[in-house]
DNA sequence: TTGCAGATCAGCAGAGGTTGCAGATACGGT
DNA sequence: ACCGTATCTGCAACCTCTGCTGATCTGCAA
């Protein structure tokens, strides 16, 4: 669902000879079950209350390093700054037109579209971002 | 198929209290059976070559008036710039993880994809966007 | 636990893309 | 042709993200 334990990251992190400092440990537990897709501006500041003085580029180099290794993806959101996705599996998204926020879809015989235009590319994933209104936003 | 023409683009910014200047004009010619997506920087760097001084702040400028009248779909690339649509027709990408070069692909029966996870969500749109290796960078 | 080699940290400066601003200029309805 | 106003240009600011450096800290082995 979500990345792995802080656990198995720490474990992941000492086998690639990465070192785990408490900012990194700080960082693995903030991601972990965390479903929302949040901004690396957004993690340094949960991470900054629980320990002031973290620096910005230190929470960019180690979501690099996660994402380098397979554990968050990378979303580019259409304004501004990249979001990090904890959930690794293979899902797809839909974003509020009112709010922004991101929310997880999953979507069944995916293989079966129908597509043409391919030319000679050769896709090897795909992903679909659904735009619209999510159901809090059209509630008020 | 492609953005509409020189001409009837010059008709819509009229209809719109918008003035039709020989930059406007000029990018309109560019932009008119494009089927690239380019980005700012390319489009004022076409622009430069037939008008010397054309700055980038008004290619910016008129192609941000296109989008927000819907003559332009902007692609936000995963990797810097952003890049510009004149195609608006209902249809998806396929990128190139080589080249970088985006490919227009249709898809049919979209509407019959299960997806799960809206949960209230109302979508009034998908983009898809498929990764792979295009023709050309599988054959080199 | 201690010591060492090397990885990581904080902080700042810089790169790349895009937008804000202000004064001068040009469009276009009348 | 005139005038009001949108637009143009050029520059600087802004935002996000990365490179760099000296000081600090981690992991590992004994």
Redo the contacts with the bound molecule.
């Keep these: 669902m979500g990345v792995r334990t802080p656990t198995e990251l720490t474990t992941e992190?000492?086998t690639r000879?990465?070192?785990?400092?408490?900012?990194?440990q700080l960082l693995f537990r903030l991601l972990h079950g965390n479903m929302t897709h949040p901004?690396?501006?957004r993690l340094f500041a949960e991470a900054s209350a629980q320990?002031p003085?973290?620096?910005?580029?230190?929470v960019?180099?180690?979501l690099?390093d996660l994402t380098a290794m397979g554990e968050l993806q990378i979303l580019q959101s259409a304004a501004?700054?990249?979001r990090f996705d904890p959930n690794i599996d293979d899902h797809h998204h839909a974003l509020c037109d009112r709010c922004g926020e991101l929310h997880d879809v999953y979507v069944d015989h995916f293989d079966s579209l129908m597509v043409s235009g391919f030319d000679g590319f050769r896709p090897d994933r795909a992903s679909i971002v659904f735009g619209g209104v999510c159901a809090a936003c059209a509630a008020a």
Aim: aromatic residues 8%; without cysteine.
């Design positions: 992190f000492r000879g990465l070192k785990v400092t408490p900012q990194r901004t690396a501006e320990m003085g973290i620096s910005l580029r230190t960019y180099q180690t690099n501004g700054s990249a």
